[in-house]
Every structure is written in structure tokens, then in C-alpha cells.
Nanobody, 117 residues
């Protein structure tokens, strides 16, 4: 039904940058919310940033000013530009898409982001 393909994760030093991409395909409504979540070992999965098809955004306080979420509606692709990375940003990052009016969304398989000190 819905497939999310993530890319861009990797290993970087503190202060470095990464750009994550997530391309969605399948039963995607023209009105939807796409976002990035992350989960570190022993911690709950948390919202990092989200963006609607009308470009309204929401960021976790911990990443405001450092991360920027954007999207290409024609491609159903969401991006996360991650700058000034910190070791505490280390986590598996998951892409999510939720159609307008839907309770649940769809998840990607996750991509590892590791930030060394």
C-alpha cells in the first residue's frame, strides 16, 4: 500500500551535517503530513520534525535552529537537513507519512544516524 524509502544516514563528527531523504509511494493522499521521528536505545520514539502538504512545520525543541524539514509534494518526498549535529542526536531515524484525516500513518524501516564526539 505505502512504501517509504529512506536514505542519508551515516556516521559524522559532532558539528557536522547530514541530509536525510524519504520518498513515499503508494496510497498517498495529496493532503498529508510527513515527518521524522527518532529512537535512541532505551528511549521512547520521539518526533523530530513534521511538515504538512501545506508546508506547516513543527519541530522538537531540541532541534530547533539546527534542523530544517522540507518537502517536495510532486515527489512525495520529505527531507531533513541536520546541521550542528550533537552526540545526543544519535538514534535511528524513522520517516512517517499520515494521510489527511487518518489516525495512523506508515513507517519507514529507519536509518541510523551516529554522531561521534
Amino acid at each position: 500500500q505505502v512504501q517509504l524509502v529512506e536514505s542519508g544516514g551515516g556516521l559524522v563528527q559532532a558539528g557536522g551535517s547530514l541530509r536525510l531523504s524519504c520518498a513515499a509511494s503508494g496510497s498517498i493522499s495529496s493532503r498529508n503530513t510527513m515527518g521524522w521521528y527518532r529512537q535512541a536505545p532505551g528511549k521512547q520514539r520521539e518526533l523530530v520534525a513534521a511538515i504538512t502538504s501545506s508546508s506547516m512545520t513543527n519541530y522538537a525543541d531540541s532541534v530547533k535552529g539546527r534542523f530544517t524539514i522540507s518537502r517536495d509534494n510532486a515527489k512525495n518526498t520529505v527531507y531533513l537537513q541536520m546541521n550542528s549535529l550533537k552526540p545526543e542526536d544519535t538514534a535511528v531515524y524513522y520517516c512517517n507519512v499520515r494521510n489527511w484525516g487518518a489516525t495512523n500513518g506508515y513507517w519507514g524501516q529507519g536509518t541510523q544516524v551516529t554522531v561521534s564526539s
